[in-house]
Each structure stands twice: as C-alpha cells, then as structure tokens.
C-alpha cells in the first residue's frame, strides 16, 4: 500500500486568503495534514495587522466548513492585545464564503489604514 500526504485542503485555504494579507500580515505558517485530528486538513498561521498579533488554526472540517480556533500566537508578550486574553482560544465554524469575506475585510482595513498613514 502506497502512502501519501494529501495538503489539496491547506492549498485551498491558503488561496482563500489575499496575497496582500499573505505578504503584509502573515507569518509562521504551518500545513497541517489530513488525519483524524486534522480532518481534511489545515494551516496554522500568524496574523499581525496594526502591531496586533493572533494565531489562526484553520481546519477543513468533514461537514465542508472551517473550523478556526484563535490563539495568542508564540514570542514575545507585547506582540498581542492582552486585554481580551480572556476570550482565547476562541473556536468558531464558517463556510467558505465567510471565511473569503472576513480576510477581505481585514485586507480592506490595512490597505485603509496604509493610505491614512501615507497621507499624514
């Protein structure tokens, strides 16, 4: 019996997210591959946006949804807004759609945020 690693799961997560967040806010990214734990796989990821930084753990779950937990991501304590450490980890469900429009949002907010900065 051949084995394989399937990643199709964590590849299309990934082209859900804008190349603009992938390359401004993104970092320490991990595939996560299919497997009872992982269901049909995932990415993990960092994502600092206004010197804010949470950790995403995306999986694809059996029911075609993502389920995303968010965590305090690793390093440094000043990296994170702490004062909602309280509701980490947060776990939410979505489907493919929320999931394009929330990091559209977020690409929409640092490109907003991007132009104030560059007109003062």
């Not at 591959?33 to 999986?59: C, H, K, M």
């Not at 694809?60 to 968010?70: E, G, M, R, S």
Request: contains cysteine; hydrophobic residues 35%; proline residues 4%.
């Amino acid at each position: 019996m051949r084995e394989y690693i399937d990643t199709n799961s964590a590849g299309d997560i990934l082209e859900y997210i804008p190349s603009f967040v992938q390359r401004h806010a993104m970092s320490n990214v991990v595939i996560k591959t299919s497997g009872p734990e992982n269901q049909r796989g995932g990415v993990e990821f960092d994502i600092t946006i206004d010197g804010i930084a949470l950790r995403w753990i995306v999986i694809h779950n059996w029911q075609d949804l993502f389920t995303v937990t968010y965590t305090k991501p690793e390093g440094p304590e000043d990296i994170y807004y702490s004062s909602g450490d309280d509701d980490l980890p947060f776990t939410e469900e979505m489907d493919a759609s929320t999931f394009i429009s929330c990091f559209v949002d977020l690409q929409n907010h640092m490109l907003d945020s991007k132009m104030i900065w560059e007109e003062e």
